[in-house]
C-alpha cells in the first residue's frame, strides 16, 4: 500500500509459483485471499491495476480464477508455464 501513496499506478506481484502464496502462514491464507486484500484496500484514485506472474498449474485455482474475474484491480491475464507439466518437453529443455 506504500506504492499507492508513492503514486504509481500499476504493480506487478512476482514469484516463481505465486499460487502458492499464504501456504505457510497461519492462519492459512490464499493467493486470492491476498488479491481480494489488495484489491479492497488501495485507497481509490491510486493504483489502477494489479497484475502478477507466474502461476504453477499445480496451485492454480478456481478461487484465482473467481478473483481475477470479480476484481476491478486486477487485470484479467494468467501466466502460466504449460512446459513444466509435461516430462518429454522439459527434457527437451534438459530440465527434467
Known sequence: LDLAEQGYKEVTL???NIDAYGRD???RRT???LLTY???NIPS???ERIRYVTSHP???SDRVIDAVASLDKVCECFHMPFQS???SVLK???RG
Open 14 to 16: 512476482l514469484g516463481q
Open 25 to 27: 502462514i497461519m492462519p
Open 31 to 33: 493467493f486470492a485471499d
Open 38 to 40: 489488495l484489491n479492497e
Open 45 to 47: 484514485g491510486t493504483i
Open 58 to 60: 499445480r496451485y492454480f
Open 85 to 87: 507439466g509435461d516430462d
Open 92 to 94: 527437451d529443455m534438459r
